[in-house]
């Protein structure tokens, strides 16, 4: 048997296979994953020549090996079909639901009757079995996920039933359509995980097939007997004697990098496909970028995923990545507004309007007045009372960051009018506090470090790995700061794993070059050790004198340490608080660096803002944080993000599961027999001996040595269990949380987190970072013990395993409120009032704030426009409604036509006829003009179009309006607030607002 791993993705497996065999005769191949089954059925049948079947139920297997007459090809299946009373729970059941064309249902009866038949919500569509609504349509995707369903309404009748191939090949109306359902088989019949068991009467049957392939099946109690029938096994693991693939999984969140890797493979004579629903954005982008000999395939198959395959010099781009880059991010501008871009909105979700309060979104709705049609956001408030808010006014809504439980508001009453008054008091203050600050440290002179370019280059080519663009960034920014009068407070900030420590090292090099010493504080001392040993390391050839002090330090050791500080015999000091001891003299420190500052207690912390003023400071965070914080504190508080992963290592593939000794076993086995470690997280000190004898139990094998740690025990046995673990000298660790942050465990590949409901999705997300930190495929498996979930607690470990790319701290983190601890992380005390109206609105009002202290003006004012003019945009070019409301909350903080017109050129490339929403962009061009010059509303009344200036715009502002826009004196100034002007002189609205675009 042929085996090999390092694959990459799905859509590379199938690249492979496809070069891999010739495929004469019957081919069958047996997969557990889910994304190669779906492109198996779907995008593979474009690539291989053979016809695909799939193979979905065992007496369906038993007919085709009864088949002597069966023509050659490829046949799929999942193994649980060659299990004892198997089958395959996402595929076909017995028992449908039908849909008739013209059948009197509302559109919420329906959904409640999805709902019961298992169907879920899923506003990307991007799952079996799931459905979205907008307005009147009802979008369903069933098991073959090339078949969407668009049902649309006429009042309470199904009008139409639209049929769409995702995979490009065509669309058509029908009558009906038959739902399969999702729903395990019954509880009598469903195989639980530790009874898996294989049907060893039908394993003979495989010799039918001439070509026997297997991709993963790596957990499966039955995985050796099943192997030993395959010819080909593309395992997720490493395989000892296999072949490794080393295909690369390109991530680009930006043009600049895809130009880049475009670029290289072009260099080095790549063939390059490229496979996109946005064809014409993609062709002009290339064409701009001078990119040629790339070829490019219109699909609207979202599943296909980007590789690179550098052994058979072959790169493949999907919508993966052309998605991210041509549609959500249509430009340029900043997004510091609006914290809340970056989550999804979706219905059920509280929000707050910053005129109404706290309702809860419902969903997007058509709404038609006469010949007017508009869209608009539904939002319930208390008391089943509802506001329409027009989508163009989007930006008035952010989702609400908070206590979950909060109340809804009632709409006009003056008890949100209180609250916003309260808080923008609170505001004035913290925004006064922290330009205060930040004026005391711009006057305070600080240490100016050298530059030492030499010295500099020999150290950054020291470092064994490749810098990631975002950390040259951050290491240009910090030594920019250093060599400054002014003393240095930057955060840097980034996600576990992205580099940080090498980062702070080259601060501290700079430092020590200067004739300073440095301090780096951390709050744990697990993670102190971590960092000395990695300093020690780092700096051997370097010259730099460290020391170790912590509460582990013995008397003696202790003060032989205080005492080189004081004469500056010592050049660096890693310790924990107490650094921060009354009785710490330094005889030049110059450098103070803080990791995780935000867990250090009340005390520390003030100990910490005393030293502010005038030595330089960086502290480092992963806690993270998001690039808009970073735009909307910008001069508050300098700060570097990592958010570009190292080069080569992997997402960690996450796994929900119950309770389970069989796969815990497996996954145990396999990780050590690939030589690497197991980390197993239970955060009970009570029940910890209990589950490591389960453990050993269930591993039951006694050359697999088993270790045991929790933050209870001496702090000296707990740091010399945790060196003997990274000594390699156990294979497993049962601990607590202690090793959250900080602690590198490079041989360690996979943890099993047990009881994860119990966790914060920042805390998993933390955990599972301590795994994969090298270049090998990391593994988190997530056990919980309990029978039942509650919903929440589902979604959070659906949450955790659905973001499991690099970098999804942030959204993780949003997500589960901890984003609530990022004030901290930035120095902003943070108090009561977030939780009245959401951390994102106070936010959004704090940067205003602070704008206008700074620049001594107010904000600009947000001109609403209530004229009869219809805007609804299609939905085809959008990804989701999500993807749409994000699409109206970007456009609205547009604030230069350069911007705008770079949106409307975007749009063009992905509308047959760009007169579809010609009205809504003129509409935007007006409304930058009518800003400009302070007009808080424009609305038509009795014959006349009337302009409201905000309150205390001048008498010059409205002379300059009058000079640029009434040449033939046809407005009337009604007050120093009002102008009007005949509707007469126009045509309609839209002939209006031309006139000021």
């Known amino acids: 048997m042929q085996q090999y791993f390092g694959s990459g993705n799905a859509t590379a497996r199938i690249f492979f296979l496809h070069r891999l065999l010739s495929f004469d005769g019957k ?118 996920i090339t078949d969407l369903y668009h049902v649309e309404w006429f009042d309470d009748e199904i009008d139409s039933i639209l049929h769409l191939d995702t995979s490009g090949d065509g669309r058509n109306f029908i009558s009906q359509i038959s739902l399969q359902s999702p729903q395990k088989p019954e509880k009598d019949h469903e195989l639980s995980p530790e009874t898996q068991t294989l049907n060893l009467d039908l394993l003979p049957l495989l010799d039918f097939f001439e070509n026997r392939i297997a991709l993963g099946c790596d957990f499966l109690s039955y995985r050796k007997d099943l192997l030993e029938k395959m010819h080909i096994h593309i395992s997720d693991f490493f395989v000892d004697n296999g072949q490794n693939r080393e295909i690369e999984v390109p991530k680009v969140s930006e043009p ?169 008091e609170e505001i004035q203050k913290v925004a006064e506090d922290l330009l205060q600050n930040n004026a005391k440290r711009k006057i305070a002179k600080g240490n100016s470090f050298g530059k030492f370019s030499q010295e500099r280059r020999k150290f950054e080519k020291a470092f064994p790995y490749e810098y990631t663009p975002d950390q040259y960034k951050a290491i240009e920014d910090i030594h920019g700061d250093m060599e400054a009068d002014t003393p240095m407070d930057r955060l840097l900030a980034g996600d576990v794993g992205f580099g940080k420590t090498e980062v702070a090292m080259n601060a501290i090099y700079k430092a020590v070059l200067s004739g300073y010493q440095v301090a780096f504080i951390t709050p744990l001392v697990v993670l102190a050790d971590e960092h000395y040993e990695t300093c020690i390391r780092r700096f051997a050839d370097f010259g730099i004198r460290i020391a170790l002090l912590s509460r582990m330090s013995t008397p003696k050791q202790a003060k032989n340490i205080l005492q080189k500080m004081g004469t500056g015999e010592v050049d660096l000091v890693i310790g924990t608080h107490r650094l921060l001891s009354e009785d710490i003299r330094w005889k030049r420190l110059g450098l103070l660096i803080i990791d995780e500052e935000h867990k250090f207690g009340v005390i520390h912390k ?150 994860p409901e119990d966790f914060g999705l920042a805390s998993l997300h933390q955990l599972r970072g301590r795994v994969g930190r090298k270049d090998e495929q990391g593994y ?140 809504f962009f003129v509409l935007l061009q007006a409304r930058l003009t009518f800003q400009d010059f302070h007009i808080v509303r424009v609305s038509q009344r009795a014959g006349y179009f009337v302009f409201d200036f905000e309150s205390g715009t001048s008498a010059q502002m409205i002379k300059n309006f009058l000079e640029s826009f009434d040449p033939k004196k046809q407005m009337i100034l009604v007050s120093m607030k009002k102008i009007k002007i005949s509707k007469k002189y126009f045509s309609g609205s839209i002939d209006f607002l031309k006139h000021f675009s």
């Open 27 to 144: 081919t069958l191949i047996i997969t557990d994953h889910n994304s190669d089954y779906i492109l198996l059925q779907t995008f593979a049948r474009k690539i291989f020549p053979q016809k695909i079947t799939l193979v979905e139920t065992m007496s369906h297997f038993l007919s085709l090996v009864q088949d002597t007459s069966l023509e050659a090809g490829i046949f799929v299946m999942h193994p649980s079909i060659l299990e004892s009373q198997g089958t395959l729970h996402f595929l076909k059941k017995t028992h449908t639901l039908r849909i008739f064309q013209n059948e009197n249902i509302s559109i919420e009866t329906l959904i409640q009757k999805l709902v019961d038949f298992g169907y879920t919500h899923d506003d990307a569509l991007s799952q079996p079995f799931s459905y979205r609504r907008s307005g009147g349509v009802l979008s369903i995707l069933q098991s073959n």
């Open 256 to 424: 600049r990098e895809l130009i880049e890797l475009l670029r290289k493979c072009a260099n080095d004579l790549y063939t390059i496909d490229c496979y996109t629903k946005y064809k014409q954005s993609l062709k002009n982008f290339l064409e701009y970028n001078s990119l040629e000999n790339i070829q490019i395939y219109e699909t609207k198959n979202r599943h296909i995923q980007s590789f690179v395959d550098s052994k058979n010099r072959h790169a493949l781009f999907a919508d993966d990545i052309f998605g991210a880059l041509f549609i959500k991010n249509r430009g340029t501008r900043s997004v510091a507004k609006n914290l809340d871009l970056l989550l999804s909105l979706l219905p059920g979700d509280l929000v707050v309007h910053r005129d109404h309060g706290i309702g809860r979104f419902i969903e997007t709705v058509i709404k038609k007045t006469g010949e007017i049609e508009r869209e608009y956001i539904k939002i319930e408030y208390r008391d089943e009372a509802f506001l329409f808010v027009p989508i163009t006014e989007v930006y008035r809504v952010s989702k609400y960051l908070g206590d979950q439980n909060q109340k809804l508001a009632k709409l006009e009453s003056k008890e949100w009018e209180q609250t916003m008054k309260q808080t923008d």
């Open 606 to 755: 003030e100990k910490i803002k005393k030293m502010r003023l005038n030595i330089d400071i960086l502290s480092l965070s992963a806690t993270p944080i998001p690039r808009s914080l970073n735009l909307a504190l910008s001069g508050l508080r300098s700060m570097s993000i990592l958010a570009t992963p190292p080069k080569k290592r992997k997402p960690i593939d996450t796994i929900v599961s119950s309770w389970n000794p069989h796969t815990l076993r497996q996954a145990i086995s396999a990780e050590v027999d690939r030589g690497g470690q197991v980390i197993i997280i239970f955060n009970r000190i009570l029940g910890l001996q209990s589950i490591a004898q389960e453990v050993a139990h269930i591993v039951n094998n006694k050359k697999i040595k088993i270790l045991t740690t929790h933050g209870r025990m001496n702090p000296g046995d707990i740091e010399e269990k945790i060196h003997d673990f990274k000594r390699k000298k156990y294979d497993v660790l049962i601990t607590t949380t202690i090793i959250e942050n900080g602690v590198n465990f490079l041989s360690a590949n996979t943890i099993c987190i047990v009881d």
């Open 780 to 919: 988190c498996y997530l056990m919980y013990r309990k029978g039942l979930l509650s919903e929440s607690q589902k979604e959070r470990l659906i949450m955790l395993a659905n973001n499991n790319h690099l970098g999804a701290g942030f959204e993780i983190a949003m997500r589960d409120m901890e984003i609530r601890g990022a004030g901290e992380v930035l120095g902003i005390a943070q108090s009561g009032k977030t939780k009245h109206v959401g951390l994102s609105l106070y936010f959004r009002m704090l940067e205003e704030k602070v704008q206008q202290l700074k620049e001594n003006r107010k904000k600009r004012p947000e001109t609403k426009i209530d004229l009869d003019i219809s805007y609804v945009l299609p939905d085809h070019i959008f990804l989701s409604q999500t993807d749409k409301l994000a699409f109206f909350r970007e456009v609205e903080l547009v604030e230069s036509r350069e911007e705008l017109d770079q949106i409307r050129e975007t749009m063009a490339n992905d509308l047959e006829n760009i007169s579809q929403v010609t009205d």
